[in-house]
């Protein structure tokens, strides 16, 4: 005999209360033996607690408060407010990160520069969602602890939800296809003339090509990020047009095809250098200030495009995360 029955009903009691140990301790082993014949074997004995279940089980089973950080009756909610409130701060969060990211992020190469914002940008995020795990947690604990047991069946019928509208999950397949023609259309022609015209953009005097606007040895750094991100633009327009609908998959691809676009277009617009200063000068001239003065209103142009498109970006994410993860059972 090895003492399975004994060290059985001590793995059950030690997890509870002392002062319900003994009354379980007695009741457990009469039920235990009631269930085996005379003189029974280890087999029959593990037959026997093995019917019974685990430990943990029969001790939580035995518990009259059952322990929660959060109790069933308010999982469900937190579950669906931690998502929501994830999902706004996260985003909001986004585009403070990557507009702070741009502006002071100035690394030697196009690469670094894309990669120290991604890095910028991930730390940040992780950042939020622990504090938003943390707060939310934290209301929903206190609410299960004092409203849930003090007033748990109180609600009133106008608190009661609208129902959702199933329709609005779903993804017109015109307009991904209007969508996936365009983007299609505007990213070949961007990158083309990337590749072959960006010398030929400039300033003319007499058909005679002054100056350059952009500097080529900057915006040829940019052309494989450009093309990756049509790809990448590209394959999620398919996906839209396959699924129909939004789900889990289809909005995390548009999430991270949405955030590296913005991210490349930005870190392009605020590139130092990509206007040359041939062209500052001459443009200078015809508008009769100065270099700086033209650099810091070219600069400040950047920046307000940089926080628009960072804000239209977030509320588009917000807006799709949201229909992805509204409830699609109502009739």
């Known amino acids: 005999m090895k003492k399975y029955v004994e060290r059985y009903i001590?793995?059950?009691?030690?997890?509870?209360?002392?002062e319900m140990q003994e009354d379980v301790k007695e009741e457990l082993?009469?039920?235990?033996?009631?269930?085996l014949d005379e003189n029974p074997t280890d087999d029959d004995?593990?037959?026997?607690?093995?019917?019974?279940?685990s430990p943990r089980v029969i001790a939580n089973n035995y518990k009259e408060d059952k322990r929660y950080v959060i109790s069933p009756l308010y999982y469900?909610?937190?579950i669906r407010v931690l998502k929501l409130v994830a999902i706004i701060a996260l985003t909001i969060s986004l585009v403070i990160s990557s507009i702070e990211a741009i502006i002071h992020i100035n690394e030697a190469t196009v690469f670094e520069t894309i990669f120290a914002i991604f890095g910028s940008i991930l730390n940040e995020l992780c950042s939020t969602l622990m504090t938003v795990f943390f707060f939310v947690t934290i209301i929903f604990w206190l609410i299960d602890r004092y409203q849930g047991k003090t007033s748990p069946n109180e609600w009133k019928v106008k608190d009661l939800p609208d129902l959702p509208d199933v329709k609005s999950s779903k993804i017109s397949r015109t307009g991904s296809?209007?969508?996936?023609?365009?983007n299609t259309i505007f990213s070949v022609i961007f990158?083309?003339?990337?590749l072959r015209y960006i010398n030929v953009i400039g300033w003319y005097e007499n058909d005679v090509l002054i100056t350059r606007i952009f500097d080529k040895n900057i915006t040829d750094q940019f052309i494989i990020f450009?093309?990756?991100s049509a790809i990448i633009g590209f394959m999620v327009q398919l996906l839209k047009i396959y699924y129909k609908k939004w789900n889990i998959?289809?909005?995390?691809?548009?999430?991270?095809s949405t955030i590296l676009s913005v991210i490349i277009g930005l870190v392009f617009i605020n590139q130092v250098g990509l206007i040359t200063t041939g062209f500052l000068t001459k443009l200078a001239n015809e508008m009769e200030v100065t270099v700086v003065y033209l650099k810091d209103g070219i600069k400040t142009g950047a920046i307000w495009i940089s926080v628009i498109v960072s804000i239209l970006s977030a509320i588009d994410l917000i807006a799709t995360w949201i229909k992805t993860l509204r409830p699609k059972n109502a009739k």
């Open 10 to 18: 001590y793995d059950v009691t030690r997890r509870l209360p002392k």
């Open 29 to 35: 082993n009469a039920h235990i033996y009631d269930m």
């Open 45 to 53: 004995i593990s037959e026997v607690l093995h019917k019974l279940g």
């Open 76 to 78: 469900d909610d937190y």
């Open 177 to 182: 296809i209007v969508g996936l023609i365009f």
């Open 191 to 194: 990158i083309v003339i990337l």
């Open 226 to 228: 450009f093309i990756i």
């Open 249 to 256: 998959q289809l909005a995390a691809a548009y999430t991270a």
